[in-house]
């Protein structure tokens, strides 16, 4: 099955700063990675997705880019705020297959100091 | 429209004893699943649904059964509760399974 490491595991940066949260899978299948923001004791919200067709995308100050040659793929988040205080988890699928099964890497706390 | 609903927020058990997660959602999607939330472990995949009367295992189903008799409803049952089982446990609904998941707000299950 598909295996999803996520590094670093916390993050600190000062506010205004660039973030940056790495991921690689194991599956040359997966076609599908989307990322979510979890708030302290909240549900998991996606915040972006991308598709294997495509090597980067971007929303206002989130960006997400992807190598699949080299089976990893970044989230990256400019202008940092206190707000963006969270854990972010990315995950990997096969989206054209028939499991449809998302598999969730472990998590990285980032905190955005003032 | 409510989205994704999870009841009971909270939850504590005894070792042994059995329960039901409940889990609904509104808006017509067809794929529903549950995921267990453990510190450092990031979401691990229990049981998921493609549609009614369709059901299968994930990366961690032991200890846990599920059904789905009607599109908006997956329930998730514990037989037989043990300390492992201790957890933040997500329902999430998705139009196919292929695009965003909607979670829950979770349900937080100690076993004592």
């Known amino acids: 099955g598909e295996n999803v490491e996520q590094h670093p595991s916390t993050l600190s940066v000062q506010e205004g700063d660039s973030a940056v949260i790495k991921c690689t899978y194991s599956d040359s299948a997966s076609n599908y990675f989307p990322w979510y923001k979890q708030e302290l004791g909240k549900r998991p919200q996606l915040i972006i997705d991308i598709r294997s067709n495509v090597g980067e995308k971007k929303d206002q100050r989130i960006a997400v880019t992807l190598n699949k040659t080299a089976k990893h793929f970044s989230l990256h988040i400019t202008e940092t705020q206190p707000e963006d205080s969270a854990v972010y988890f990315c995950a990997a699928s096969d989206s054209s297959g028939s499991a449809r099964q998302l598999t969730f890497g472990s998590g990285t706390q980032l905190t955005v100091l003032p | 429209n409510a989205g994704v609903t999870q009841t009971p927020k909270f939850q504590v058990l005894k070792t042994g004893q059995s329960m039901t997660l409940q889990c609904a959602q509104d808006m017509n999607h067809e794929y529903m699943s549950w995921y267990r939330q453990d510190p450092g472990m990031g979401l691990r995949l229990i049981h998921y649904?493609?549609?009614?009367?369709?059901?299968d295992q994930g990366e961690v189903p032991n200890g846990y059964n599920v059904s789905r008799s009607t599109t908006e409803d997956f329930p998730l049952r514990l037989l037989s509760a043990a300390p492992s089982q201790t957890s933040v446990y997500f329902c999430a609904s998705s139009y196919d399974g292929y695009n965003e998941q909607f979670f829950g707000p979770g349900t937080r299950l100690t076993v004592l």
């Open positions: 649904s493609v549609g009614a009367g369709i059901t």
